[in-house]
């Protein structure tokens, strides 16, 4: 018997270990790219029964430097930087940073910087490997398979807040009249591995969401982004940037 009552108790154990591996093989990956001195991306949005889906945003990011992004638009490129806090965005008046844009008020419906808007929701974009980060404290528990790709759904509030992102204005500045947040909110998440590295990244939401003109709209999105250039990437900002961020 005692030969059989050990090996059960080691099998346990092994099951237990292995549930927690497909998390930890995705901190793995994160942080090996993210060691990594350069890599590119491309980030494509589609929104089920939209008439338009907006064109892909291609980003370049370097460790300890700068990310580049931008994004092909029917009035012209949309560019923006980012260098740690500092976030700067082309604009017909030349770089602009969010606080200047604001100022100048470049929101919604308001006139402002000539141009602001164009690249405005670039600013509020982030690499893969940060927005990988963000997703690892939303995830409920995650499962890989033999293709080197991890899934998880996520948290109902980290659904909830992904899908409320941008709609309520960040912590602190949220607007009185803004819409309350998302209903029977769902997603998942789809990370590929190869070689020790994120690959990718495909994240899927859906819920119910309310616009500012009050009515509910049920939403059901997919974000996907594509990692490449690992380590080959020329990261190439702009000189007037460079002085923008200087200064």
């Known amino acids: ?34 060691e990594k001195a350069n890599y590119s991306w491309i980030t494509t949005t589609e929104t089920q029964g939209a008439q338009r889906q907006p064109n892909p945003v291609k980003g370049m990011t370097e460790k300890g430097g700068c990310t580049f992004l931008c994004q092909e638009l029917n009035t012209g490129t949309a560019e ?10 082309k604009t017909e008046e030349g770089w602009k940073t969010a606080a200047e844009l604001r100022a100048a008020g470049g929101g919604p419906g308001a006139g402002g910087v000539r141009g602001a808007m ?22 409920k528990e995650c499962k890989a398979d033999d293709g080197g790709v991890i ?52 994240l899927k939401l859906q819920g119910t ?22 380590g080959t990437t020329k990261v190439a900002i702009p000189e007037d940037a460079k002085k923008k961020l200087a200064s």
């Not at 992904?162 to 912590?171: D, E, V």
């Not at 009185?176 to 789809?190: D, E, I, L, T, W």
């Not at 969401?209 to 690992?230: F, L, M, N, S, W």
Request: proline share 5%.
């Open 209 to 230: 969401v309310t616009g500012r003109d009050q009515q509910e709209r049920d939403v059901a999105r997919t974000v996907t982004h594509e990692i490449k250039d690992v």
């Open 151 to 202: 899934t998880a759904d996520l948290t109902e509030e980290g659904a909830k807040e992904l899908l409320a992102f941008g709609r309520r204005g960040r912590p602190g500045q949220e607007s009185q009249n803004a819409p309350p947040g998302p209903k029977n909110a769902k997603g998942s998440v789809k990370f590929w591995i190869k070689d020790g590295l994120l690959t990718k990244i495909e």
């Open 80 to 89: 923006a930087v980012i260098k740690g806090e500092q976030r700067i965005v």
């Open 1 to 34: 018997m005692k030969n059989y009552i050990v090996p059960s108790i080691i099998l346990g154990s092994a099951l237990a270990l292995g549930a927690a591996e497909p998390k930890e093989t995705l901190k793995n990956a994160l942080k090996a790219l993210g």
């Open 118 to 139: 164009m690249g405005r929701a670039l600013l509020n974009m982030r690499t893969p490997v940060a927005q990988a980060e963000e997703l690892l404290g939303k995830l």
